[in-house]
Nanobody, 112 residues
Framework: VQLVESGGDLVQPGGSLRLSCAASGFDFSLNTMNWVRQVPGKGPEWVSEINGGGDITAYANSVKGRFTISRDNAKDTLYLHINNLQAEDTAVYYC??????WGQGTQVTVSS
């Protein structure tokens, strides 16, 4: 199993990003996927979830309305579209399958 995130960057408050996660080694289209973020020194925070078919999603209250999770099963890729970034969104964002499989993370930093 391999999960490789990309797309993190330094952005100004109010900016947007699209994070990607390329998955391999398992049947991606059959599995629910999650995004989790973590600030150094703090515990992980669940952000969003999407089912295998891509038609059922869920979001943490802290990101609802600003984040959109999606997937392209033909490309085995998970996405997280982030709008109106705020300083409190600064974290390492991880793509997660189940509880055991995490990518290496991609850093999102929001600062003026």
């Amino acid at each position: 199993v391999q999960l490789v995130e990309s797309g993190g960057d330094l952005v100004q408050p109010g900016g947007s990003l699209r994070l990607s996660c390329a998955a391999s080694g398992f049947d991606f289209s059959l599995n629910t996927m999650n995004w989790v973020r973590q600030v150094p020194g703090k515990g992980p925070e669940w952000v969003s979830e999407i089912n295998g078919g891509g038609d059922i999603t869920a979001y943490a209250n802290s990101v609802k309305g600003r984040f959109t999770i999606s997937r392209d099963n033909a490309k085995d890729t998970l996405y997280l579209h982030i709008n109106n970034l705020q300083a409190e969104d600064t974290a390492v964002y991880y793509c997660v399958w189940g509880l055991a499989y995490w990518g290496q993370g991609t850093q999102v930093t929001v600062s003026s």
